[in-house]
């Protein structure tokens, strides 16, 4: 069974532009989650996706966005990218409940310049 | 509010047991688990423990959980070099994504 995929795995963009990264959850994965890792404040929850509906929300500014299309399928994006957004963004999934725990991807590093 | 608390670094020599501490401040959470991070890599989940159980064991994993406390540890028998990485501990509700982590153990793992 294919795990969770995150494309791009490297991006590097200009401060001010924008970018979008996409999630592939596990077939039948119905939630995706997004977290941000810095060496500074670790791992932060972003937002959570669950049947195309945002379903809970982390602490960051409204730069950040995101959506879930009907195959499960998640893009989040970065709008006026600041040097403080270069971080590992990982996404995670499962099926809906933490019954059988949540399943990360490798990850996108965003390096902005 | 929510916070999660773990030491940062322990060293072991191959073959002894590491015992890597967590405690937690959520009364409401469901479910603990612990995912392994290693260098280049997305988190792998090792194990997860629910709020109502003391002990979960498996293979060379034992998860201990003390409610009282809200103190979390996660226990490697025959610790191995493979097992070199970050370990974090991490809580939800199990009801939506959010998971909130701790810092992170980063495992040294002398030969």
């Known amino acids: 069974k294919a795990g969770v995929t995150q494309t791009p795995r490297y991006l590097i963009k200009t401060r001010g532009q924008q970018v979008t990264l996409s999630c592939s959850p596990i077939?039948?994965?119905?939630?995706v989650s997004w977290y941000q890792q810095t060496p500074g404040q670790g791992l932060q929850f972003l937002f959570e996706y669950f049947s195309e509906t945002q379903r809970n929300k982390g602490n960051f500014p409204g730069r950040f966005s995101g959506r879930q299309f009907s195959n499960s399928r998640s893009e989040m994006n970065v709008s006026t990218l600041e040097l403080g957004d270069s971080a590992l963004y990982l996404c995670a999934s499962s099926p809906g409940t933490g019954y059988y725990g949540y399943t990360f991807g490798s990850g996108t590093r965003l390096t902005v310049v | 509010g929510e916070d999660v608390e773990q030491s940062l670094f322990l060293s072991v020599r191959e073959g002894d047991s590491s015992v890597i501490n967590c405690t937690y401040t959520?009364?409401?959470?469901?479910?603990l688990y612990w995912y392994k991070q290693e260098p280049g890599a997305g988190l792998q989940l090792l194990t997860y423990?629910?709020?109502?159980?003391d002990m979960k064991q498996d293979q060379r994993l034992t998860v201990l959980l003390n409610k009282k406390d809200k103190h979390l540890s996660l226990r490697i028998a025959d610790t191995q070099t493979g097992d070199s990485a970050i370990y974090f501990c991490?809580?939800?509700?199990?009801?939506?994504?959010?998971?909130?982590f701790g810092q992170g153990t980063t495992l040294q793992v002398k030969p």
């Open positions: 077939s039948g994965h119905r939630s």
């Open positions: 423990i629910f709020s109502n159980m």
């Open positions: 991490a809580e939800g509700t199990g009801n939506t994504g959010k998971l909130i």
């Open positions: 959520d009364s409401s959470s469901t479910y």
